[in-house]
């Protein structure tokens, strides 16, 4: 049986969403605390908690997740001044749901890549 997450239950539209892109391996909906104009979330169906759980099985779902970001971001407009793509894992990535996402922000400057930190 598939371990349920958040995402899951938003998948399988037991909980609210606005819904963009679902297919056989995975799933885009717009972020509830958008971050910029645009703010989307590409997930595989099948959850993977973090990257640390990532292999070769993956390899489908997590392509695909790059084929999707790369034309949901053509079809909301934003491919040509471009847009930041983020995958945050565990706790100094500060990743929040453990299911994998990979966030798609655009829409407006996204800013410097990391806040810089002293004495890296
Ligand atoms: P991360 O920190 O990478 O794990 O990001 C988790 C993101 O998930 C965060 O930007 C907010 C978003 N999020 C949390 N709960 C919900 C929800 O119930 N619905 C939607 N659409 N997004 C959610």
Same mark, same amino acid.
Request: hydrophobic letters at 40%.
């Given at each position: ?16 969403? !606005? +819904?963009?892109?679902?297919? !056989? ?5 717009? !972020? ?30 997590? $392509? ?7 034309? %949901?971001?053509?079809?909301?407009? %934003?491919?040509? @001044? ?7 894992? $565990? @706790? ?9 996402? +990979?966030?798609?922000l $655009?829409?407006?400057?996204?800013g ?9």
């Amino acid at each position: 049986m598939t371990e349920e997450t958040l995402f899951t239950r938003i998948i399988s539209g037991e909980l609210p969403s !606005d +819904m963009l892109y679902k297919d !056989d391996l995975v799933s885009a909906f717009r !972020d509830i605390e958008p971050q910029r104009p645009t703010h989307i979330l590409i997930v595989p169906n099948a959850p993977i908690p973090t990257m640390n759980e990532v292999s070769s099985e993956h390899e489908a779902a997590l $392509g695909r997740m790059m084929v999707v970001a790369s034309q %949901i971001a053509r079809e909301q407009g %934003i491919a040509e @001044d471009g847009y930041r793509l983020i995958i945050n894992c $565990g @706790d100094h990535g500060r990743q929040e749901v453990m299911h994998i996402h +990979m966030h798609l922000l $655009g829409g407006a400057d996204t800013g410097p890549m990391i806040t810089p930190q002293q004495g890296v």
